[in-house]
């Protein structure tokens, strides 16, 4: 199982990137997707998730209003696109694929995980 996130890098505040995620089909069909991270020393934490058909999304707090999770099923990726990025905003960020169609904000609703992109934002 493979989940390449890319998109990552330094930024400064107030700035944007779009994170994405690959998968490979039989890995993401039929199931949810999200996005969690973790800063330095500090726990790994959700962000943004979707459903399987898209027509579903939550946002932790700290995110809502900046940041969009997406998804293209005909190319297996799911997309956030970060905006008025802060620098409370600086982790690793993974993408995951969840257990079922719709899965929720727990680490334990996802079942893969990719190896992570960093992001950095400075201020």
């Known amino acids: 199982v493979q989940l390449q996130a890319s998109g990552g890098g330094l930024v400064q505040a107030g700035d944007s990137l779009r994170l994405s995620c690959a998968t490979a089909k039989r890995t993401s069909s039929n199931n949810a997707m ?12 959700f962000v943004a998730a979707i459903s399987w058909r898209g027509d579903s999304t939550s946002y932790a707090d700290s995110v809502k209003g900046r940041f969009t ?8 990726t799911v997309y956030l696109q970060m905006n008025s990025l802060k620098p409370e905003d600086t982790a690793v960020y993974y993408c995951a694929v969840g257990r079922s169609a719709y899965s929720g904000s727990s680490l334990e609703g996802y079942r893969y995980w990719g190896q992570g992109t960093q992001v950095t934002v400075s201020s």
């Open 34 to 45: 999200g996005w969690f991270r973790q800063g330095p020393g500090k726990e790994r934490e």
């Open 69 to 76: 999770i997406s998804r293209d099923n005909t190319k297996n």
